[in-house]
């Protein structure tokens, strides 16, 4: 893309000109929610994960106070989640650089 054409985009990304023919918020939601494929995906994959996320954070610790653990048992079990997730990232990107992402976080999900 010329240097023009590029200060041109990102002053309307910024606000700064007018919004010729950028979508409403009503047809982000739809093409992300159904229309487009690839972006579809993403939302859904974006949804499943902070809702793992929300399970593993929020719902598990009373999970294991209500079954009568200590503390220290719900904080080591805590902690297992996000040791594990980060530990698993070392290898999953390299392998992602490899072989793309797209169907390792289909997969994934």
């Given at each position: 893309m010329a240097p023009l054409a590029t200060g041109l985009h990102e002053s309307t990304l910024h606000?700064?000109?007018p919004p010729e023919g950028q979508p409403t918020q009503r047809e982000v939601f739809?093409?992300?929610s159904l229309l487009d494929r690839n972006l579809s995906s993403v939302s859904q994959a974006g949804l499943v994960s902070n809702l793992n996320d929300g399970m593993a954070w929020g719902l598990f610790q009373l999970f294991f106070a209500a079954a009568q653990m200590s503390l220290g048992q719900i904080g080591t079990l805590a902690?297992?989640?996000p040791a594990t997730w980060g530990m698993a990232q070392l290898f999953t990107g390299a392998?992602?650089?490899?072989?793309?992402?797209k169907w390792l976080v289909a997969s994934g999900m």
């Open positions: 606000g700064e000109l739809w093409r992300t902690a297992v989640y392998w992602s650089d490899r072989v793309g992402r």
